[in-house]
């Protein structure tokens, strides 16, 4: 539809001189795309690494490299100073790794300017300026979506941004605010959230029922070599770090899906959940498997979410007690996050079908009664 529309001369004749030699030869058939990209033919091009995902693990190589950075310095102390004002240089420290992660574009143009993927973001952008037609400019931004051929947009960018700056945050609080597995800052606010996170936190008698929070300390626990009840734990200073914490990645939670869903979710649907959802629509074998895989990360999801909400859980006790170290070995478990947004996405698109299918039914049932 695109290429019969570029071919029409009237058409034709809005696009500015330098990009009518580009779409007179708009044909997949053809090397339309030699001033552009230099890659030979429509076919060879879309097949080839897609724009989207080098520009993304650039971007992600910048992000990681600020984050290293950080991992490595962070926990500082200055002789001289006390603890609350060591915490207060760590944390300028971070702000300022938060900003060189925020300033991404400037040091992709500053290292990867000269790169195939930034030449190739560059002669997009030309040809997306020279034309002049909206119509025709929106038909091409969807066109070259479509095949991952289009740069990260600012929206994707920021989202990588918070989900580095978030993660390097966890790294400042179980490195810098924490000491000797006690909170060395602890302002009327942080005791207010760690009273509220005890009152939300499923411990019978004192609480019981479901809540916000659950603990439960057991023999098979690692901590409870350390406590062996409850109440001591949540007395103890080990035990206000850890709630506290605890309610940071409960907030972030939903912060950090959203975030990968904005700068991955195009991609996970080129690693294979478009097609599964083609084959929803197309077979009933095909939508009892995409019924099946998406229970599968449904679990998954709740699976997390327990995760989360359990106090005592060993991914947040652990780093805690033993430093950054172990949170990076058990970074790993972060990863369920990328099956919550896997299960977002299926869900969504299941509901489309269910509901397309089950109006396409009352439509024809009401057009038969007629």
């Known amino acids: 539809m695109l290429r019969t529309i570029i071919r029409q ?33 429509i076919r060879d091009w879309m097949r080839s690494n897609r724009l989207y995902e080098d520009n993304l693990f650039y971007y992600l190589l910048i ?8 991992f490595l310095t962070l926990g500082f102390e200055w002789g001289g100073f006390s603890p609350a004002q060591n915490l207060a240089l760590n944390f300028v420290w971070y702000l ?12 992709y143009r500053l290292l990867f ?42 929206a994707q960018r920021w989202a990588l941004v918070f989900l580095g700056g978030y993660f390097l945050f966890e790294v400042f609080f179980i490195t810098a605010w924490v000491k000797d597995m006690a909170l060395v800052w602890q302002p009327d606010w942080v005791l207010a959230i760690v009273e509220w996170v005890k009152g939300h936190t499923n411990l019978p008698p004192m609480n019981e029922g479901w809540d916000v929070f659950d603990l439960s300390i057991e ?9 062996q009840s409850n109440e001591d734990f949540m007395a103890s200073e080990l035990g206000m770090a850890t709630m506290l914490f605890s309610f940071l990645r409960l907030f972030a939670y939903p912060l950090i899906v959203v975030a990968l869903m ?80 896997m299960s977002v996405v299926m869900l969504l698109g299941w509901l489309r ?18």
Request: proline share 3%; aromatic share 16%; net charge positive.
């Open 9 to 41: 001369p009237v058409h034709l004749r809005r696009i500015r001189r330098p990009c009518r030699r580009l779409f007179f030869t708009f044909d997949p058939s053809e090397t339309f795309m030699s001033t552009l990209l230099d890659q030979g033919s």
């Open 63 to 70: 992000i990681a490299g600020w984050f290293v950075a950080g």
């Open 96 to 107: 300022l790794l938060c900003t060189g992660m925020a300033l991404a574009p400037v040091w």
């Open 113 to 154: 300017g000269r790169t195939h993927t930034a030449q190739r973001e560059q002669a997009v952008r030309q040809v997306l300026d020279g034309l002049e037609d909206e119509a025709e400019r929106q038909m091409f931004l969807r066109y070259l979506a479509a095949g991952g051929q289009l740069p990260m947009r600012s």
């Open 219 to 227: 023999r098979k626990d690692f901590i409870y070599q350390y406590y």
């Open 262 to 341: 904005k700068s991955f979710g195009i991609a996970l649907g080129w690693l294979g959940t478009s097609q599964i959802a083609y084959r929803s629509q197309t077979s009933l074998w095909g939508f009892i498997w995409a019924t099946a895989l998406m229970l599968g990360t449904f679990l998954m999801t709740i699976s997390s979410i327990l995760m989360v909400q359990t106090i005592s859980d060993d991914t947040k006790i652990a780093p805690i007690m033993f430093g950054r170290w172990v949170w990076l070995a058990q970074f790993y478990m972060n990863l369920i996050y990328f099956f919550v947004v």
């Open 353 to 370: 079908l269910v509901f397309s299918f089950f109006f396409n039914l009352v439509g024809k049932v009401l057009n038969y009664g007629r």
